[in-house]
């Protein structure tokens, strides 16, 4: 996956829209622009760290499939649900926001590998 060309976002995406303009201050405004500026950045990396992941979870799916394993791994979910628990805590982040976020990673990371179980063709079905 490339990334996106910057010309194109920056004409697609209008980082100062507001619903806040003339209603405000223009000091006020451009530092809710900085501030909006960063999230908009970390926003993105966070698009392409997890399409990073799910490529990764994508290789898991095809060795699964390869293999005849289940697309569930309940005591690995348990594990890493547990682990990014602890990591928000430490990251000051609401550690039940965490949680959700992860299981809805999990359900979809779950629902690839099933789909890549369901389309794959391993050597009995060559036979």
Known sequence: MSEP???EE???FDPHASSLQ???QQEVLDELYAIRGSIDNFDAQLVYLLAERFKATQRVGHLKATHQL???DPNR???QIERLRRLAHEAHLDPEFAEK???FIISEVIRHHQHISDNHRGP???A
Do not use: H, I, Q
């Open 5 to 7: 060309n910057l010309t």
């Open 10 to 12: 920056k004409n697609a």
């Open 22 to 24: 003339g209603e405000v």
């Open 70 to 72: 289940p697309a569930s």
């Open 77 to 79: 979910e348990k594990a």
């Open 101 to 103: 976020f992860m299981n």
């Open 124 to 126: 009995a079905a060559d």
